[in-house]
């Protein structure tokens, strides 16, 4: 048995397409371009490719894009100051603050400071709460776009026993949130979950997003199991080059499971896709529009 790859890939470029199509219509609408600002604080070379992934994906997206790049020893004050003018200029609909941020910043402070109608990434406790309890919200990017891949196999998850390995505010929490609004039944499980292989081979779905390279075994995983894994994590070769992965064995989760994402090329072209549907939402919600098609 093989099982079938998830190419988040050519999913992300699809939405992408309807994406741009939507920009348009809602730009006419708004009488400008929908507009997404990416504030990066210092010079952490992850973090700076994601931000020009995210500033060229928007542009080709035919909305505007604002960049923001501050010094690694900018102060907190200075940066919610800035976050403030982005929170009033009718020009941004969606602000983006690149974690992780420099330790003299208090990260919750600055992400809570956030106008929730321009929250993109979703973080906001306004966001949050409206999330858990089934009102229109901005939700976190990477979920969404576990839960699209997903339902490349199971259009419907009712009845459909899903495991979330990790707990994270980014991605485990909201995700268990969206998987029920789906009628699945739920399980969070974590460091502390006794007996974790038993537990995660009792999924028909499971993801998996918990930052530990290859953790997952594929005797853990059911037979024919739908398996999305959200890690992404270097690790080092002979040849000092390293090579990325996921938080799944996939060599040999591949041979068990029904359907797969790869790391990388499953979940991460997702989550840039996501944010720019995201963006486009909060500028209708803002302007009072329908809501995109997407």
């Known amino acids: 048995m093989s099982a079938r790859i998830l190419d988040g890939k050519a999913l992300a470029a699809e939405v992408r397409g309807k994406v741009a199509k939507e920009a348009a219509r809602i730009g ?58 982005l929170n009033d200029d009718p020009g941004v609909d969606g602000i983006l603050v690149q974690l992780p941020l420099p330790a003299q910043i208090d990260s919750a402070r600055v992400l809570n400071a956030v106008d929730p109608l321009k929250d993109v990434d979703g973080f906001h406790p306004i966001n949050a709460g409206r999330l858990a309890t089934g009102l229109p919200a901005l939700v976190p990017c990477t979920p969404v776009g576990c839960v699209m891949l997903a339902k490349l196999v199971h259009p419907s998850f009712a009845g459909l026993e899903a495991v979330v390995l990790g707990r994270s505010n980014i991605v485990g929490k909201p995700l268990a949130q969206l998987l029920l609004q789906e009628n699945a039944t739920v399980t969070v499980a974590h460091s502390k979950t006794r007996d974790l292989p038993a537990t995660l081979r009792r ?22 199991a739908t398996v999305i894994d959200v890690g992404t994590n270097r690790v080092a070769t002979p040849d000092g080059k390293g090579r990325l992965c996921g938080d799944v064995n996939f060599p040999e989760a591949v041979k068990v499971a029904g359907a797969i994402s790869p790391s990388p090329g499953g979940v991460g072209p997702m989550t840039i896709a996501c944010l720019l549907v995201n963006t486009l939402r909060a500028a209708c919600m803002r302007a009072k529009l329908a809501a995109p098609n997407i």
């Open 203 to 224: 999924a028909d779905l499971l993801f998996v997003a918990i930052g530990k390279p290859e953790f997952v075994q594929g005797e853990w995983i059911k037979p024919g």
């Open 28 to 85: 006419a609408s708004l009488k400008r371009k929908a507009g997404l600002a990416v504030v990066l604080v210092g010079e952490n070379p992850a973090s700076q490719v994601y931000v020009r992934s995210k500033a060229r994906a928007t542009e080709e997206a035919g909305m505007a894009s604002f960049e923001h790049k501050l010094s690694a020893d900018t102060s907190e004050a200075d940066l919610l100051a800035l976050v403030q003018k």
